[in-house]
Every structure is written in C-alpha cells, then in structure tokens.
C-alpha cells in the first residue's frame, strides 16, 4: 500500500502465475510447457534475424505484424481467414487483455464460468467490468443452456482451464445464436491437443472472437506470441486498442519465430500427436492407481484420488522433485491438474504416485 499507488492499484487482485523455478532438474509439470523443443526452423529463423551482428535489432520491428498476420492467415487458407481478420500480440494473455478492453467493456456483466482461466476475474477487476460466473454441471462440462442472462459478452476456454473438457462446435454455435449483440470470445489455448477449432467459425458469425497461443502446443511460451481471429470490426476494435497502448507488442525475433513455428506444419504435427499419446498413456496408469481423470482434450489432465488429499498429495510429489499444479478453489481443491510431459516425466510422476497412493 502507499499513497502514490493510483486508486484503481489500490482494489486489484494480480493473477497469480505457476511457479517457475529456478531449480532446472525439477520435473515441471504445473504450467502446462510444451515437454519438447521449438522446431528446429524457429531456431534458424531467429538466428537468421540476428545475422549480421544483429543490426537489425537496431530498427522497429513492424508495428503490424504483416508477414506473421500472412502466415497464420495461410494457416486457415480452408476457412477463407484474411490477413486483416488477424490480430496478434504478446501471448494470447495480451490478447486477451485488449479484447476485454475492446470489446467486452459494456454496461452488462460478461459471462464465464465458475471454474476457468483465473485471468478472466482479473482482466474484469482491472477494466472495473463486472462479471457474473456460470456454475458447470457436476461433470465440469460448460452447459451453454445455463448462458441466458444478459450480457456484455461470453468468454470460456475452449478445452476449458484447469478440467481440459471440450465443448463441441454445435455448442459453441448456439451460443453464438442465442447471443447475437455480445461478443463470444473462444480463448483456445489447448485446442490443438483434441478438438476442432472454432476458426471454422468465424466467417458465419459475427459476433465470435478466437484467440490462440503459439505457447502450449508450439512449445513457445518462452518467445510471447499470441493471436485473435474474427470478423474484421472485432479486430479493428484490437488494433485501435493495442495502438493507444504499444504499436509494438511482437520484437523482431518473435515475428520471425513465429512465422517459422507456424510454416512447420510437420513438426507440429508429429509433437502435438506425441503429447496425446502420452496423455492418455498417463490417463491409464492414473485410472490404475485408482484416480479419478476427467477426459482430457487439452495437454493437461485433471485428477484426483478418493483417499488422498490433494494439497498433500501436491506437497509430497514436491519433496520428491516433482511440480503440479494445485488449486485451493471451491469445487476443486481436491484436484490437481498435471500437464502432460515427455514419456520419461510422466513415468517419474506414475512411479511417484504410486509410492504415495499404495497402503504400506
Ligand atoms: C496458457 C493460457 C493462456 C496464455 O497463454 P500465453 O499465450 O502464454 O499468454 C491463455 N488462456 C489459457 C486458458 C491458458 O491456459
């Protein structure tokens, strides 16, 4: 607290990020990495940018992005995406925070469920716009039936943060029907890890906004990349934003990474199909140890176990050298969400939970 803090400082609730430790030798498995390198095009790509002794750190990188803004365009060539459909910023937590700004600022409360993305709440707090929290089934899934009170605006994770339960596309449609004067923002994080994203979407409805992360399944969360697709109106209302803010949210390094994850559609496919192998590999030895795993669309799953606390569970793997992510939340304290790492990390955690969980 201090007198110079402006008054709006005064009332915040910050987000609260994973740990990310210094100790290397930890098994990480609370923030939800990518267990594998970058393509190994991203690597070249950025050294290429730093060819030359670097000089062209010297200059601006381009305010607006144009040759990422073309690759990602290029990306969804099947659904008829142009270039001026694509906003990007530095990581989609920045995406995300412009189009609070931009488009879900109204007079109404905006929508989101009870348990998601604990940004959301944050983002609100910041803006002052005042929210109204959706309850899931009992079986953690967003019922769209249960979004009927009037809104400035939707906005759910797509799978949905910490359970990684899918909505399929015919849901997300009727809400996007059913709420034709509100934004329905889609944040899909983790859809590359099993479901169909919304992008099909977009060109049918107006009123929808897709924001993607090149952090989780483009094992990027280290080089900040992040981007929105929709009609061009909603991206229009981005930019004016993003440029009373920072015309210049992505460096040099990071276009050109990104531009280089994004051409590498091989790589992508064979480390996003390793980590769904492995999740459900893990999902099955968890089953064993008498766990309860909800199904998992996303490179994360979200268990618990009828006889063992999840706080004490968490702090046991930790003095074992593993870190997953715990929640003391209503409704899920007793869970842990653990992000699917390499086949060697999810063995250490297999074995130590093994240990844990099995009466001596
Ligand atoms: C990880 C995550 C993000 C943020 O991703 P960045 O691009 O790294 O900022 C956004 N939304 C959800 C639901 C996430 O889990």
């Not at 594998?36 to 790509?45: Q, T, W």
């Not at 200059?59 to 659904?79: K, T």
């Not at 339960?165 to 509100?182: F, G, K, V």
């Not at 008498?290 to 618990?304: E, H, Q, Y």
Request: proline content about 7%; aromatic content about 8%.
């Amino acid at each position: 607290m201090s007198r110079y803090w402006s008054p709006v400082v005064h009332r915040l609730t910050p987000y609260v990020p994973g740990e990310q430790p210094k100790l290397s030798q930890l098994v990480k498995l609370n923030t939800n990495e990518n267990p594998y390198p970058p393509s190994p095009r991203v690597l070249a790509a950025i050294a290429g940018e730093l060819a030359a002794d670097g000089r062209s750190l010297r200059l601006y990188p381009d305010p607006n992005a144009e040759q990422l803004r073309a690759a990602i365009a290029a990306r969804y060539a099947e659904f008829a995406i142009a270039v001026p459909q694509v906003f990007v910023g530095n990581g989609s937590d920045e995406v995300l925070a412009l189009a609070f700004m931009a488009l879900l600022r109204h007079e109404l409360p905006i929508l989101f469920p009870d348990i998601t993305y604990s940004f959301y709440p944050v983002y609100s707090g910041l803006y002052e716009i005042a929210h109204l929290t959706v309850p899931l089934g009992d079986d953690f899934r967003i019922r769209v039936e249960d979004y009927s009170a009037a809104n400035g605006g939707i906005i759910f994770p797509n799978p949905n943060a910490p359970t990684g339960c899918l909505l399929p596309l015919t849901a997300i449609e009727q809400l996007l029907r059913r709420h034709p004067q509100s934004v329905v923002v889609v944040d899909e994080a983790y859809i590359d890890f099993g479901g169909e994203s919304a992008v099909a979407l977009v060109n049918h409805h107006a009123n929808l906004l897709v924001v993607h992360t090149l952090s989780k399944s483009r094992s990027l969360a280290g080089l900040r990349v992040g981007y929105a697709i929709g009609q061009r109106d909603l991206i229009e209302a981005l930019e004016r934003v993003k440029n009373s803010f920072n015309s210049y949210p992505l460096d040099r390094l990071a276009i050109v990474g990104a531009v280089a994850a994004i051409a590498d559609q091989e790589y992508f496919e064979s480390t996003r199909q390793a980590i769904i192998h492995s999740r459900e590999t893990l999902r099955n030895a968890l089953l064993a140890l008498g766990f309860d795993v909800l199904p998992s669309a996303a490179n994360f799953i979200f268990v618990r176990h009828p006889r063992h606390d999840a706080g004490e569970l968490a702090a046991r793997l930790r003095q074992r050298g593993i870190i997953v992510r715990h929640f003391r939340l209503p409704r899920i304290e007793q869970y842990l969400r653990i992000t699917i790492g390499s086949d060697e990390q999810c063995a250490l955690l297999v074995q130590a939970l093994q240990e844990l969980v099995t009466p001596q």
